[in-house]
């Protein structure tokens, strides 16, 4: 079973038996602790901020495991922070499925 949860802007928490990730974390309701890997759509405040990417690696990451975040090349030239860059086209291999990235465009 999977339980995906709104968290508000367009945050959304996904946990699978194996897997617990969150996508544009820019949340109003706090997540469950355990996030093992942050998907950034891009770069703007609605979506990402380096706030709720420290809020997330303090307390609400999954303890005695990185957390691995994935973005695009818009998010890095914003923020630069540490990420997976991610390509349009490209697979990202989860324990209990995938996360497929289609083509994107800018938004600037």
């Known amino acids: 079973m999977v ?4 968290l508000g802007n367009a945050c959304i ?5 194996q897997d617990h990730i969150i996508i544009d974390p820019v949340f109003l309701s706090a997540p469950q602790k355990g996030i093992e890997k ?3 759509t891009h770069h703007h405040s ?3 901020s380096q706030e709720k990417l420290k809020e997330i690696l303090n ?6 495991k990185e957390l691995e975040i ?31 990235v289609f083509g994107y465009f800018s938004l600037n």
């Open 3 to 6: 339980n995906i949860q709104f």
């Open 13 to 17: 928490d996904i946990i699978s038996k």
């Open 38 to 40: 942050v998907f950034l």
């Open 46 to 48: 609605d979506h990402v």
């Open 59 to 64: 307390d609400y990451k999954k303890e005695d």
């Open 70 to 100: 994935f973005g695009p090349l818009c998010v890095y030239e914003e923020l630069n922070i540490d990420f997976t860059l991610i390509q349009p086209n490209s697979r990202i291999n989860l324990n209990d499925g995938f996360v497929e």
